[in-house]
């Protein structure tokens, strides 16, 4: 079992911190799974970017999560060279949430309403970096579908997860017409491989 693991000391209240997670999870597109006994958080699919997984827990100002990947049946962590192309987004977006979890957040005077909640301002996850990638590996995915289907493949493998994960950013349209591309892309780079085996 190989996870990524990080564990941070964070003097936050539990529901800020339970906000952030929740609003995390919802815009990566993570869903309650049950991995072998253990409730996890997984995300991505099988055939085109592999499934990405995630627990996370916050107790007496503690915060500790593990993510990790599998390959093959077996568990992936953040580092190293194999499935590096789909590690380093996963981690840059942790990373991205733990610098929102860290975040300065100020109770105005007089902020709490009738019902006692409080309504604050803070800063969450946008994952519009990856729409715009998604939109350019689609494009790049047409491209080299026509000359070179593997390249075209993989480059439409790379714009449907970075589509995935910016369809919940600010930039939703441009992460869906990147991944109708990409889809496209692979689709042409399958005739294209085929006519050459078959000519």
Not at 8 to 19: A, E, Y
Not at 26 to 41: C, H, I, P, S
Request: glycine share 10%; charged share 20%; aromatic share 10%.
């Amino acid at each position: 079992m190989s996870r990524y693991v990080k564990d941070m000391p964070l003097n936050k209240d539990p529901k800020f911190v339970s906000f952030m997670m929740n609003d995390y999870l919802a815009k990566n597109r993570f869903t309650l799974f049950d991995y072998k006994g253990e409730q996890v958080y997984r995300a991505g699919d099988a055939m085109l970017e592999g499934f990405k997984y995630l627990k996370w827990s916050f107790e007496d100002g503690n915060f500790h999560i593990e993510a990790w990947m599998k390959s093959m049946g077996k568990e992936m962590g953040l580092d190293g060279f194999v499935g590096c192309l789909q590690k380093k987004p996963y981690k840059e977006s942790l990373e991205q949430l733990y610098t929102l979890l860290e975040q300065d957040v100020e109770i105005p005077e007089g902020a709490e309403g009738a019902d006692g909640s409080v309504t604050v301002a803070v800063n969450t996850v946008d994952n519009a970096g990856a729409a715009k990638i998604a939109l350019v590996f689609g494009i790049l995915s047409i491209v080299t579908a026509l000359l070179i289907p593997l390249a075209g493949i993989l480059f439409g493998c790379l714009g449907v997860n970075r589509a995935r994960l910016g369809s919940g950013s600010s930039m939703a349209k441009q992460a869906n017409i990147g991944k109708v591309l990409s889809v496209i892309g692979v689709v042409i780079a399958l005739i294209n491989w085929l006519l050459a085996i078959l000519l």
